[in-house]
């Protein structure tokens, strides 16, 4: 996904549903816990776990730029195919042109296709 150490992040909507083991990794990487939704400073990346009924995508990952670094980028993570509260592909793709960004492909985390993650930068 791109996170590098003592890389500082962002974590938006955690759940009991995440995945712990990708969060792990994440923080291993980093060398420190994920910042909490309520960090107010700037951040290298952003880790967005995103469900269908979340809202409107577009005006959170506008939200998460402001906060990014130059350089900085979004790892969106949704739920996999099997899910019900997946997140349509066309709906990130939506999301990111308006917000103007770019997306790698998913790939999915885990076990089970319970997660799927991609890179979002800004264009260039």
């Known amino acids: 996904m791109g996170f590098a150490h003592d890389q500082i992040v962002l974590e938006y909507g955690y759940d009991d549903d995440v995945d712990e083991a990708f969060r792990e990794q994440v923080q291993a990487v980093v060398g420190s816990a994920l910042e909490g939704e309520d960090y107010t400073g700037v951040v290298d990346a952003v880790l967005v776990w995103w ?24 790892a969106l993570v949704t739920p996999g195919a099997g899910r019900s509260d997946r997140v349509p592909a066309h709906d990130v793709q939506e999301a990111c042109n308006t917000a103007g960004l770019t997306a790698s492909g998913a790939v999915p ?13 800004g264009r260039r």
Do not use: K, M, N, S
């Not at 469900?51 to 979004?74: M, P, Q, S």
């Not at 985390?109 to 930068?121: I, K, S, T």
């Open 109 to 121: 985390l885990g076990e089970g296709d319970q997660w799927h993650a991609q890179r979002l930068v």
């Open 51 to 74: 469900r269908e009924d979340d809202g409107d995508l577009t005006d959170e990952l506008v939200d998460c730029l402001a906060l990014l670094e130059d350089g900085g980028f979004i």
